[in-house]
């Protein structure tokens, strides 16, 4: 440091001033300029992107928000759809049974009725074998009670005292 203190010159430290002055200005007119301005873009750009960046984002989130709703909203639809569709298949069963049971209903009435014809078919053919085999076993006593003389005046007596007259 004494070293530089000793060899000290007014004319030298005068013209590196000048020097370090000029070479400010120099600087300041062609480089400053152009570094501040292009610092200025960058910082506008930045500013610009940042910005851009927040719009995307408001409109992600609005997007998200919309998806969010368009899925809502479609979900109710489907839920809907599946509700009408569970009714109607219900009413659909609902309605075949009930075309079922009258037809059952139905079928069992006409069964009902062509039972109870077949049975009074089968009662009045009963009934009329009935009358046949009384009639022929009827018939067949009366031949061997009859078929003596004895036996035919005997039955006569008989029916004539059973007769009472008014």
């Not at 979900?75 to 075949?96: G, P, S």
């Not at 059952?104 to 053919?125: G, M, P, Q, R, Y």
């Amino acid at each position: 440091m004494d070293k530089l203190i000793n060899d000290f010159s007014f004319g030298l430290f005068f013209w590196q001033t000048i020097l370090f002055i000029g070479l400010l200005l120099l600087l300041r007119k062609f480089a400053w300029k152009p570094i501040l301005s292009a610092i200025s873009e960058r910082e506008e750009g930045i500013k610009n992107a940042l910005e851009e960046a927040k719009n995307a984002r408001k409109e992600m989130q609005n997007l998200k928000a919309d998806n969010e709703r368009i899925l809502k909203e479609a979900r109710n639809q489907r839920e809907e759809l599946l509700k009408e569709a569970r009714q109607m298949r219900d009413k659909m069963i609902e309605e075949a049974k009930g075309e079922a049971q009258t037809e059952a209903d139905k079928l069992i009435a006409k069964a009902k009725v062509s039972i109870e014809t077949e049975k009074n078919a089968a009662i009045s053919d009963l009934k009329s074998q009935v009358a046949d085999l009384s009639v022929d076993i009827a018939e067949k006593l009366l031949k061997e009670q009859l078929a003596s003389k004895d036996n035919q005046v005997q039955l006569i007596e008989k029916m004539l005292k059973d007769v009472k007259l008014n």
